[in-house]
């Protein structure tokens, strides 16, 4: 089969692999449409090639289901990312991330991939293969789960901190619960499809001093809640500035440490810090819920193109031109 082989220093080859071996268990799966993630950057641009590729979101069908008594051939499917043991007390409620022998769904950018039953999830055929792709993996996952701990109100003033695909997708799902959001960004693009969201603020930090604009939106309350989507020192440090008294501070950029003063930054205005990683399993049936009922989650697709051409679709990710970017096998 095909598959994306990341060669390091932005280069990226499509090359023929051996087809996946499908174990006890596993649903051999045709894939039709696999994300490109903010995640995989750290991989292309690093200098050393991987015998592989990082895509770990994605859609498709049934090609041979096993012993499966849930799915069959020619069933529409996403897989969770998060590959839970199946057998822990986390994993018996749903909530793979939690499990301690947890495994990463190998790389998607390919015509097929085997995976444990319990970590797929149906996808109804009137859904597109690529919307399946944001309902299953990072693009609804993230901002849902997201939206679970941070229990926005309508009237909330959100900052979202960070306009690449997951920053967007916050930005969309807590509009759609009522929020007034502020998207900052310094990718002027990026700005421009939150715009064409109809989110509420955007402001471009190279141009404006966010402190000042948040300030001015808010007559000095500053927000609510504060959302980190880029995983930088300096923006988590922008994102506990932004936050106003009483206010909550969403962890999301994956990062290392970052220098906090628990007086100033949490301590004396009663800040909540917290942190989510991707969506639990468990919380799917309500994600395609809510997309049933009107969420505009799709829009933050931008780009489309075939496997063969994984190296313009990889370079249109990385220079920011582009909101989720798609691959189709
Ligand atoms: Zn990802
Ligand atoms: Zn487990």
């Given at each position: 089969?095909?598959?994306?082989?990341?060669?390091?220093?932005?280069?990226?080859?499509?090359?023929?692999?051996?087809?996946?071996?499908?174990?006890?268990?596993?649903?051999?799966?045709?894939?039709?449409?696999?994300?490109?993630?903010?995640?995989?950057?750290?991989?292309?641009?690093?200098?050393?090639?991987?015998?592989?590729?990082?895509?770990?979101?994605?859609?498709?069908?049934?090609?041979?289901?096993?012993?499966?008594?849930?799915?069959?051939?020619?069933?529409?499917?996403?897989?969770?990312?998060?590959?839970?043991?199946?057998?822990?007390?986390?994993?018996?409620?749903?909530?793979?991330?939690?499990?301690?022998?947890?495994?990463?769904?190998?790389?998607?950018?390919?015509?097929?991939?085997?995976?444990?039953?319990?970590?797929?999830?149906?996808?109804?055929?009137?859904?597109?293969?690529?919307?399946?792709?944001?309902?299953?993996?990072?693009?609804?996952?993230?901002?849902?789960?997201?939206?679970?701990?941070l229990n926005t109100k309508g009237g909330d003033v959100v900052c979202i901190v960070g306009a690449g695909p997951i920053g967007l997708g916050n930005a969309v799902i807590q509009s759609f619960f009522g929020a007034e959001v502020v998207v900052i960004d310094i990718n002027s693009y990026r700005l421009s499809?939150?715009?064409?969201?109809?989110?509420?603020?955007?402001?471009?930090?190279?141009?404006?001093?966010?402190?000042e604009a948040v300030s001015e939106i808010t007559q000095g309350m500053l927000a609510d809640k504060c959302i980190e989507a880029v995983g930088r020192s300096e923006t988590l440090r922008l994102a506990l500035r932004l936050v106003g008294k009483s206010g909550t501070v969403m962890a999301i950029g994956e990062q290392g440490d970052v220098p906090i003063s628990p007086s100033s930054d949490l301590i004396r205005r009663d800040i909540t810090l917290m942190g989510s990683w991707f969506y639990h399993y468990s919380e799917y049936p309500s994600m395609l819920d809510l997309y049933r009922r009107g969420l505009p989650i799709g829009q933050v697709i931008t780009d489309h193109f075939p496997l063969l051409e994984a190296q313009t679709a990889f370079n249109q990710f990385a220079n920011g031109n582009a909101g989720k970017v798609i691959l189709e096998p």
């Open positions: 089969m095909l598959g994306v082989q990341m060669l390091g220093n932005e280069t990226v080859s499509v090359k023929d692999y051996p087809e996946p071996v499908q174990n006890q268990g596993e649903i051999l799966i045709q894939i039709k449409a696999s994300g490109i993630c903010g995640s995989e950057m750290h991989g292309y641009r690093s200098h050393s090639a991987q015998p592989f590729n990082g895509g770990h979101e994605v859609a498709g069908v049934v090609i041979d289901a096993g012993n499966s008594t849930r799915f069959k051939v020619g069933d529409h499917l996403g897989v969770h990312a998060v590959w839970g043991c199946g057998n822990c007390r986390w994993c018996d409620v749903g909530k793979y991330t939690f499990c301690d022998q947890r495994s990463t769904c190998p790389g998607t950018h390919a015509e097929q991939l085997a995976a444990p039953e319990h970590t797929c999830l149906k996808l109804p055929e009137d859904i597109p293969f690529d919307v399946g792709v944001l309902l299953t993996g990072d693009g609804l996952g993230v901002p849902y789960h997201v939206s679970q701990r499809l939150a715009e064409k969201f109809g989110i509420a603020h955007t402001i471009n930090s190279q141009e404006i001093d966010p402190l």
